[in-house]
C-alpha cells in the first residue's frame, strides 16, 4: 500500500510564499507521474502541476510563473514551490502518483490534503 503524505499548508497573506511537500512510502521512481491537485469549497478538483519520472514539467495556466513543481528522488519527495500567491489559490491541495503497470493496469494514489489560505 503506498501512502502519500503532505505537508507545508497554512495560512498566509496574498503574496507570499509556501512550499508543500508530499512524502511517498516508497521510491518515486516507480511513479510515472506526481502531481498536486488542489479543490476549492464548491468546485472540481483540478490539476495544478504534474512532474514526470523524467522530470518534465507541466502547469496549469492560472499557476504560470507563480509556482515551481520539483522532486528529490533521494528523499522520494515531491514539493511545490508556491509563490505570489492569490486569495485565488485557496484550496485543499492534494498530492497524487500515477504508476502505469500495463495498458490496463493503471494505479492512481492520493494523499489526505493540506489547507492552503490565503488571505487578501
Known amino acids: 500500500q503506498v501512502q502519500l503524505v503532505e505537508s507545508g499548508g497554512g495560512l498566509v497573506q496574498a503574496g507570499g510564499s509556501l512550499r508543500l511537500s508530499c512524502a511517498a512510502s516508497r521510491s518515486i521512481f516507480s511513479f510515472n507521474v506526481m502531481g498536486w491537485y488542489r479543490q476549492a469549497p464548491g468546485k472540481q478538483r483540478e490539476l495544478v502541476a504534474l512532474i514526470t519520472s523524467d522530470g518534465s514539467t507541466n502547469y496549469v495556466d492560472s499557476v504560470k510563473g507563480r509556482f515551481t513543481i520539483s522532486r528529490d528522488n533521494a528523499k522520494n519527495t515531491v514539493y511545490l514551490q508556491m509563490n505570489s500567491l492569490k486569495p485565488e489559490d485557496t484550496a485543499v491541495y492534494y498530492c497524487?502518483?500515477?504508476?502505469?503497470?500495463?495498458?490496463?493496469?493503471?494505479?492512481?494514489?492520493w494523499g489526505q490534503g493540506t489547507q492552503v489560505t490565503v488571505s487578501s
Open positions: 497524487s502518483a500515477k504508476e502505469i503497470r500495463t495498458i490496463v493496469a493503471v494505479l492512481d494514489y
